[in-house]
């Protein structure tokens, strides 16, 4: 189910080439698209056909969506599960407008309701540290659901600092820092519908 992506993948474009970004109105900042929207889609299809296929509809799943990143990724996913579905959704923060986490994690919307007895799906876009990850795991834990699982559509393994243990992955990618589908640098580029590598010179 989890496909692994390499710097090799990551299609770079220069000068001359058609930007991806352009159309969006980012013209010259990004340096390659990484997962292209119908890879994108493709798979956010196999992993909510995985998701419901653990699932019954007596007992509909409560996507719990880690706003903002994922965002783009709930909406999708959704949709694409067979089965019936709610949603509940969580503000958390570790970046701020940086591009490593801070490692201190904060509500800055909690959910609207209780999750007792219930069967809880965490969508996240990334695992990067797992740091956010790992916090809201334990968070969610102590609220007394019934079952606790998560579909994280990207994982940087090499970056990883607290393992977490996660069912459903979409793509294993790179350390690179990426933006697009849901994933800003401060707070521009989730309206891409694609996942790209931002130019260095947009951040260093
Ligand atoms: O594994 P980690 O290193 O903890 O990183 C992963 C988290 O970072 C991003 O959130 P961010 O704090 O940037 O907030 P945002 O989703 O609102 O952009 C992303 O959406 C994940 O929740
Ligand atoms: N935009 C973005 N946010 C992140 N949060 C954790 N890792 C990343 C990343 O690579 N890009």
Redesign the pocket.
Known sequence: MTTTLTSDDAVRFGPGDVDPGAGYGYPGELAATLIAENALQEKIRALAAAVAADHDSEQPPLLVC?????VMFVTDFARAMPIPCELEFM??????SAT??S?V?RI?KDLDRDITGRRVVIV?????????????LKNLASRGPAAIDVVALLR?PE????EVEVRYIGFDIPTDFVVGY???FA?RY?DLPFVGLLGEHMYR
């Open positions: 880690v706003l903002k990143g994922a503000a958390v923060s570790s970046y701020g490593s986490s490692g994690v800055l996240e876009d990334i695992i990067d540290s797992g740091l956010t990850l790992s916090w809201l940087k970056a990883v600092k607290v849901g994933l800003d707070e989730r």
